[in-house]
């Protein structure tokens, strides 16, 4: 059983640069999410995913951020134009069927550290 | 006013102690509830997850729910000093995004 996999686990770059993370759910998960968590604080919710439809945006979620999930599996998360203020860990989460309208509980990788210098 | 609120701690308790770990929430609209652990750079792993108020329990861990007081805790009996990690409550009101508390920093001393 894999569960959340995240690519890569940290990130270096300079600021003004673009940086893409990815992120492969549970196979079975229709549903995925990406959050943020800075140092002390407890992950911050960004955006979800139903298949490949994008149904929530935070209002954390600048311009210079975009999310895919082309055809219901990975989804990758581009930052563009890299700012200070952008270094943290970016989770990704999945869930599993949610057609009944039940809740299901949501499952995290690893993360990616990313590092602005 | 956050939607949750949980003391950071840090918390620090011998080995063998019982730990309790509490957070409060605002909106009673949440009907879900959870605990995660999180180890040192690793992603939050979930330990507890209850929809109604009342107790459950597996192992050592214990969450209670008691949404008449928007009150959740964990406690963790027979502490283990593999315990040590942050304990993050999470909170939703179905199949949307979590809403996490601050998450609480845990040592258990041998």
């Known amino acids: 059983d894999t569960g959340v996999s995240q690519d890569p686990r940290h990130k270096i770059t300079k600021r003004g640069q673009n940086v893409t993370f990815r992120c492969d759910p549970i196979s079975e998960h229709n549903r995925l999410y990406w959050y943020r968590q800075t140092l002390g604080q407890g992950p911050e919710f960004l955006t979800y995913f139903q298949n490949e439809a994008q149904l929530e945006k935070s209002r954390l979620l600048s311009d210079r951020f975009s999310a895919e999930r082309p055809k219901g599996s990975f989804s990758t998360l581009e930052i563009q134009r890299t700012e200070q203020g952008d270094s943290a860990m970016y989770l990704c989460?999945?869930?599993?069927?949610?057609?009944?309208?039940?809740?299901?509980?949501?499952?995290f990788g690893d993360g990616t550290r990313l590092s602005i210098l | 006013q956050k939607e949750v609120e949980q003391d950071p701690g840090p918390l620090s308790v011998p080995e063998g102690a019982i730990v309790s770990l509490n957070c409060t929430y605002s909106n009673s609209a949440f009907q879900y509830f959870m605990w995660y652990r999180q180890y040192s750079r690793k992603g939050p792993e979930l330990l507890m997850y209850t929809y109604s108020s009342g107790n459950k329990e597996d192992g050592r861990f214990t969450a209670q729910v008691d949404k008449s007081s928007k009150y959740i805790s964990l406690f963790i009996r027979d502490s283990q000093p593999s315990d040590s990690a942050t304990y993050l409550c999470a909170i939703n009101q179905g199949a949307q995004k979590l809403v996490f508390g601050q998450g609480t920093r845990l040592t258990i001393n041998p």
């Open positions: 989460a999945s869930s599993g069927d949610h057609h009944t309208g039940s809740n299901q509980p949501q499952h």
